[in-house]
């Protein structure tokens, strides 16, 4: 009768827990699966989304991307969507930290071209059909080679393309920098063999493409590049198996200086490096898988 007492006991307090046990998000739930490549051969665009061909007197070359982050993610069903009127699929944290409202860049996804960036339910995102993409980059991690004393040098770039970033401490390649500030679009490090160097880029000189600007303009400093879809993306609410979609960024001479000496080459010596004029991306085209 005592194990037949206990074991009564025991049942009674599975079915207490059971009755207070919290539903979650079902595991098995379709999701949104979303990757963010970069395609150096894809088309070089300039801000209003049409063809930019460098300008006379100016070098570029194809960045060897390592990392990528973006802030925020919105599929708009049409050309006359506003922004932050369509589906906001994605908004990465954000802090006051720094004072004004920043990306919180510790607390933001950084991946490797390819991998998976996001997965949202496919249940949070409204029924249609969505033509277009809007990608807020905030952050690139990338390869460049330089020249010093005419022998080819790798350095790493890391490059903050999003409106304003609060950064405690960036890890460039195999060094850090504690920068414990908010920092506007245009801020960059690059760690060489010889040193660790930052600088900011002047307002307005990133590339961000945006063939809606006409009729869906972004705000000046932030990164919102927007592609379209080569066929709207049809999102029935009745999906049984996860939606995959690959966000291709173009990085074809992404990264741009003044050649003043006409080499092609970017330049280094004791009197300082040839300026850099944009890292913006030049283009986005989405796909589903």
């Known amino acids: 009768m005592r194990y037949r007492h206990q074991l009564l006991v025991m049942l009674a307090s599975f079915s207490v827990l059971g009755a207070c046990k919290k539903e979650g998000p079902d595991p098995f739930a379709p999701m949104l699966v979303v990757r963010i490549t970069v395609d150096s051969t894809q088309e070089r665009l300039g801000n209003a989304g049409t063809p930019s061909a460098l300008p006379a007197g100016h070098a570029a070359q194809h960045p060897q991307f390592n990392r990528i982050s973006a802030h925020y993610l919105e599929l708009a069903p049409n050309a006359g969507t506003l922004l932050g009127t369509g589906a906001i ?25 390819g991998e998976v960036f996001l997965q949202v339910p496919l249940s949070s995102i409204t ?3 969505y033509e277009w993409v809007r990608l807020s980059v905030s952050y690139q991690n990338y390869d460049v080679v330089f020249y010093y004393n005419n022998m080819p040098i790798t350095g790493t770039i890391a490059s903050f393309v999003g409106y304003n970033t609060y950064i405690r401490t960036l890890l460039l390649k195999n060094q850090s920098v ?10 960059w490090g690059i760690e060489t063999p010889f040193s ?4 900011q880029a002047p307002p307005g000189a990133t590339t961000v493409p945006n063939p809606l600007f006409a009729t869906s303009p972004i705000p000046q400093g932030s990164c919102v590049v927007t592609g379209k879809f080569a066929q709207a993306l049809n999102i029935t609410g009745n999906e049984t198996a996860d939606v995959n979609i690959t966000l291709s960024l173009s ?6 200086w003044i050649d003043t000496n006409s080499n092609g080459l970017w330049d280094i010596d004791t009197s300082g490096a040839e300026q850099v004029v944009d890292m913006g991306l030049r283009g986005l085209i989405p796909q589903r898988n």
């Open 89 to 113: 699929v994605y908004h990465a944290p954000e802090t006051t930290a720094g004072g004004s409202n920043a990306i919180d860049f510790a607390r933001s996804s950084v991946v490797k071209p």
């Open 127 to 129: 029924p249609g059909d």
């Open 178 to 187: 504690a920068v414990n500030a908010n920092k506007l679009q245009g801020f």
């Open 196 to 199: 660790v160097t930052t600088g």
């Open 251 to 256: 990085g074809n001479n992404s990264f741009e």
